[in-house]
């Protein structure tokens, strides 16, 4: 039975899809970003935006390889979890989105061939269970927009 896990997932697409209640999903507001923006400093933040966005997919892709028991995945460069320079470069936003919303979905197919006992395993090499992985992913992309949007304006 999949009562708990396909809310999760609901949730997870919703915050990345749209109609999410807090206000623009993850793709309303990339797709609204004039491309000029992505890649530029900000005084308050050592990030940009493309490097938040290649971190929001680094997470996907983190989730989905403990999804395949690799307890060896870990995010622990800073290449592996914001990118490099030219992975988050204005000229490769285009693929760097794309490649967002290809780890987005993969995660999701991965999540729907689970049931909820997923939720109460641990997650491989960690010391939290699916459940907090699996709902902290929309947390921490909702944290994310809201540096992206301060990052914007």
């Known amino acids: ?30 797709q609204s970003l004039p491309t000029h923006v992505v890649d530029q400093p900000h005084p308050t933040s050592k990030n940009t935006i ?3 966005v290649f971190h929001l997919k ?19 460069t800073p290449e592996a979890n914001w990118g490099t320079d030219s992975e988050t470069s204005q000229a490769n936003w285009p693929s760097l989105v794309d490649s967002l919303k290809t780890a987005h979905q993969e995660l999701i197919d991965a999540l729907e ?15 939290y269970d ?6 902290g992913i929309p947390q921490h992309d909702t944290y994310h927009l809201g540096m992206i949007w301060v990052l914007w304006n």
């Not at 999949?2 to 749209?18: A, P, Q, S």
């Not at 680094?58 to 622990?76: T, V």
């Open 58 to 76: 680094a997470w996907r892709l983190f989730a989905k390889q403990k999804l395949a028991h690799q307890i060896h995945y870990h995010l622990d």
């Open 1 to 30: 039975m999949r009562k708990e896990l396909d809310r999760i997932i609901e949730n997870l697409d919703t915050v990345f899809r749209g109609d999410a209640w807090h206000g623009p999903s993850v793709m309303e507001m990339l």
């Open 130 to 135: 699916f459940y907090t992985l699996l709902t």
């Open 50 to 52: 493309a490097q938040l």
């Open 113 to 127: 061939e689970q049931d909820d006992s997923l939720l109460s395993q641990r997650v491989p090499g960690e010391h």
